[in-house]
């Protein structure tokens, strides 16, 4: 059989990588058994789209989370989402772009433009770098993610109205999950992995963010990341 190597970004603090995407789909991985190769990649610049994760299968390299996910669940038959109504797929889909597309970049605009959190972030994420050429490539690397979060618009607000944006996102996911286990059924799914993948890198950082606090006010959430936590990644367990 060919081996599935997988690449994600290095990890911290009990995280196996800092990157919420890269979290998603080893979480994924981990929750399918899909047998692979894991390998951390000093920088996300190797893969096809110069973003991490990315795999290699079967001479063919491929990148993005979910279109990662999406190949994975074919090519080997397995997929924890599989008895989801047309409904909840629907609802998935929907917190899939709540996480990923707007509550991200909260946490980008926490690590990156937070200047109490820059000195953590060259230190940590940026920390397999050489020092050298991290030197070099950290303040580039911070003005070309400043232009893409003001692309993105979250960098064009204030830091009180992120900070809004993101505690109506942290309440809706909080809603949503209500007092089950997991979002879906009893027993996790793909959707479950994406929220735990972002909300560890809040939760379990050292870096300054209101976004703690917010998820601390919630109950539910605190006892699904330690559950999520317990049952995917018991090495790991505070």
């Known amino acids: ?48 789209k110069k973003k991490a994760p990315w795999i290699e299968h079967k001479g063919m390299t491929l990148g993005d ?3 990662i996910i999406d190949y994975l669940k074919a090519e080997f038959g397995t997929d924890p989402d599989a008895e989801l109504t047309p409904e909840q797929r629907g609802k998935a889909t929907a917190i ?3 996480v990923e597309e707007n509550l991200y970049w909260a946490l980008v605009y926490d690590r990156w433009r937070r200047d109490e959190n820059w000195p953590i972030l060259k ?6 770098i050489p020092a050298p050429v991290r030197a070099i490539i950290a303040p ?14 979250m960098g064009l607000h204030s830091p009180e109205e992120i900070a809004e944006i993101a505690s109506k996102d942290i309440s809706a996911l909080a809603g949503l999950l209500g007092e089950n286990d ?15 993948s972002l909300l560890a890198n ?8 209101p976004m ?12 699904f990341l330690d559950r999520f936590r317990s049952r995917f990644y018991p090495e790991w367990e505070a």
Request: aromatic share 12%.
């Open 182 to 196: 997991w979002f879906f059924g009893n027993a996790p799914g793909l959707t479950d992995a994406t929220v735990y």
């Open 65 to 67: 989370s979910a279109f």
């Open 212 to 223: 703690k606090s917010m998820i601390a006010e919630h109950s539910n959430l605190t006892a």
């Open 123 to 128: 230190n940590s994420v940026l920390g397999d």
């Open 1 to 48: 059989m060919t081996t599935l190597r997988a690449y994600h970004l290095p990890g911290r603090w009990g995280l196996v990588t800092t990157s919420p995407f890269c979290l998603k789909l080893d979480a994924f991985m981990r929750m399918t058994g899909i047998e692979h190769e894991s390998i951390t990649a000093t920088t996300p610049f190797a893969g096809p």
């Open 202 to 209: 809040i939760a379990f950082v050292p870096f300054s963010s």
């Open 140 to 153: 580039y690397a911070r003005r070309a993610v400043r232009k893409q979060l003001a692309g993105h618009g």
């Open 96 to 98: 899939q772009r709540l």
